[in-house]
């Protein structure tokens, strides 16, 4: 399974380190996508990496502020998030994808992704 960390409360222009680690099985065969779901809205993508690293995708509304990163041999995916804004302000989910099923121009769509954490609450306010 998939377990979110890092999550909180914290002022606008502040940071957070957003943790996904995989317990169960290794993420070094799938591609980790970040996804958010503010209150009343729908589900969006944020940022997605590819299995190797080599390949990062980010939503406009994030790019520039947030930079995700991975440690396989952590098992663990980091979505590194600065200059935080009230409407970055959603629960946050990591996904997992087997890296072959990747179609890197639907990174940003949830049923890309076949498995799920249970998310973790990023609340940005003063």
């Known amino acids: 399974r998939l377990v979110e960390s890092g999550g909180g409360l914290v002022q606008p222009g502040g940071s957070l380190r957003l943790s996904c680690a995989a317990s169960?099985?290794?993420?070094?065969?799938?591609?980790i996508g970040w996804f958010r779901q503010a209150p009343g809205k729908e589900r969006e993508g944020v940022s997605c990496?590819?299995?190797?690293?080599?390949?990062?995708y980010y939503a406009d509304s994030v790019k520039g502020r947030f930079t995700i990163s991975r440690d396989n041999a952590k098992n663990t995916v980091y979505l590194q998030m600065n200059s935080l804004k009230p409407d970055d302000t959603a629960v946050y989910y990591c996904?997992?994808?087997?890296?072959?099923?990747?179609?890197?121009?639907?990174?940003?769509?949830?049923?890309?992704?076949?498995?799920w954490g249970q998310g973790t609450q990023v609340t940005v306010s003063s």
């Open positions: 996904a997992a994808v087997l890296a072959w099923m990747l179609s890197p121009t639907k990174w940003y769509l949830e049923n890309t992704f076949s498995y």
């Open positions: 169960g099985f290794t993420l070094d065969y799938f591609a």
């Open positions: 990496i590819s299995r190797s690293s080599s390949n990062t």
